[in-house]
């Protein structure tokens, strides 16, 4: 057999276990995996001493602020991720289709990255009816706000019912920001007319309790709606309860976590200000050790970045400052370095989280998320033993900041590849524009 690429000697992370292994590549496809490989190759790479991960796929993107869809792309393939879902936001006044339908053209024209689509519904009353319609496009999922009921984001219990009995009914995925986000807003309100300052009082006003009350309430109405569930960004040592509860019961229940959750605390809200300005909010130590413990237990499946960057400066006024920060090219590194070089996690639990079950989740598995012969040739080669220090100067969002500046790691990616292709190598961009499929999501497996 001939084939394009040969990676020899790597440890490969796949299926929960580490294990030596070479790959054969030809086309797009990975078509020969074994210990030892002897085929005619155009090309030859030694991975000795060097992990081989399915490429990351990330389920939890914002490609419309800072960062379009080229940027994020790019910020991605340097952090090794290979996929991404992103959150097509259907605004007031606007409808699923049309809006998604647009928001995937410019997807195949701009991004390097294969991509699927989440719903971000913002007005479920005048958008419910759009959304078996939805499916036929290739969209199974669908996120509403329990929050930013000021902002009028937030959908209340009635219309989030009303979406998960229709979702239900066409076997798809409900994803949920939970956060109580009418007492929320009333400690704001108290604290502000209190003239306390809103970034001492930030996480206060967001407390973990009313976080994991949400969560509680959200997995409550779907039980009762017979609709799976999709629990963002989980950030509490409270909201375990709730989803350690659901997993007990079988329930059709997915808990994901963020690298900011896992890795940062309200120290570094105090010390940069308004570019953590970030919902829900970096809260403590405490905190990002439950969350550990939840990837552990498998209670919490997923880690996704909720990249969401907009260009923000730590004299800003913090109240009025946007929420968000990037992620998405630093998630791999930070989660490495914190869980697996300090003991908090195995890396082929961690590598599942980020790759093998974000892709059973959304139908993507074995094409995406493995490393299985006839699966896409998306990989990741990840140096365990280099050290570097991650700073502005060598990221790629254009929010012109990270919360990680000199934090200085161990592990660091040295190739990206997609479908055959490589995007990333040695710290160089070698992928373009364009040259992305998207992808149909599939959750109906939830209610076999």
């Given at each position: 057999m001939s084939v394009d690429l040969l990676i020899t000697n790597g440890l490969v992370v796949a299926e929960g276990k580490i294990t030596r292994a070479d790959l054969g590549i030809r086309g797009e496809k990975i078509v020969a995996r074994a210990p030892r490989l002897t085929l005619d190759a155009a090309r030859v790479i030694d991975a000795d001493g060097k992990y081989i991960f399915p490429g990351l796929i990330d389920a939890h993107v914002h490609p419309i602020y800072s960062d379009d869809k080229y940027d994020t792309s790019i910020g991605a393939a340097f952090g090794g991720v290979t996929t991404?879902?992103?959150?097509?936001?259907?605004?007031?006044?606007?409808?699923?289709?049309?809006?998604?339908?647009?928001?995937?053209?410019?997807?195949?024209?701009?991004s390097m990255l294969d991509f699927g689509i989440h719903a971000g519904l913002f007005d479920v009353a005048n958008q419910i009816g759009d959304v078996p319609a939805a499916f036929a496009l290739g969209i199974a999922s669908f996120k509403v706000f329990m929050t930013y009921a000021k902002l009028k984001?937030?959908?209340?219990?009635?219309?989030?019912?009303a979406l998960m009995d229709v979702v239900a009914q066409q076997r798809g995925l409900v994803n949920v920001h939970c956060e109580n986000g009418v007492v929320t807003d009333y400690l704001e309100d108290k604290y502000n007319r209190a003239g306390l300052d809103s970034k001492k009082m930030f996480t206060a006003m967001r407390p973990a309790r009313l976080e994991a009350e949400a969560t509680h309430r959200a997995i409550s109405i779907a039980q009762v709606m017979g609709c799976a569930v999709y629990i963002v960004h989980n950030s509490a040592a409270e909201n375990l309860e709730p989803l350690r509860r659901a997993k007990q019961n079988?329930?059709?229940?997915?808990?994901?976590?963020?690298?900011?959750?896992?890795?940062?605390?309200?120290?570094?809200?105090?010390?940069?200000g308004a570019p953590a300005k970030i919902g829900p909010p970096l809260r403590y130590a405490h905190d990002n050790a439950a969350m550990w413990q939840g990837l552990r237990e498998g209670i919490l499946t997923t880690i996704g970045s909720d990249h969401a960057p907009k260009v923000k400066k730590s004299d800003d006024n913090f109240f009025d400052a946007a929420y968000g920060a990037p992620q998405i090219e630093t998630m791999l590194p930070m989660c490495y370095h914190v869980g697996v070089n300090q003991g908090n996690l195995t890396l082929p639990t961690l590598i599942a989280a980020m790759s093998e079950t974000p892709a059973k989740t959304f139908g993507l598995y074995p094409r995406k998320g493995a490393l299985q012969v006839d699966s896409d040739a998306d990989l990741v080669i990840f140096d365990p033993t280099k050290t570097w220090t991650i700073s502005q100067a060598n990221q790629h969002s254009k929010?012109?900041?990270?919360?990680?500046?000199?934090?200085?790691?161990?592990?660091?990616?040295?190739?990206?590849?997609?479908?055959?292709?490589?995007?990333?190598?040695?710290?160089?961009?070698?992928?373009?524009?364009?040259?992305?499929?998207?992808?149909?999501?599939d959750t109906s497996h939830f209610y076999k």
């Open positions: 991404l879902i992103h959150y097509a936001y259907v605004k007031p006044g606007e409808k699923i289709i049309p809006t998604c339908e647009s928001f995937r053209d410019d997807g195949l024209q701009n984001w937030m959908t209340d219990d009635y219309w989030m019912a079988g329930w059709r229940v997915v808990g994901e976590t963020c690298p900011q959750y896992l890795t940062l605390t309200d120290e570094v809200t105090q010390a940069l929010a012109g900041f990270t919360l990680y500046a000199d934090k200085t790691v161990t592990g660091a990616v040295e190739l990206t590849m997609q479908r055959g292709c490589i995007l990333v190598e040695n710290g160089e961009l070698r992928g373009a524009r364009g040259g992305a499929q998207f992808l149909k999501t």
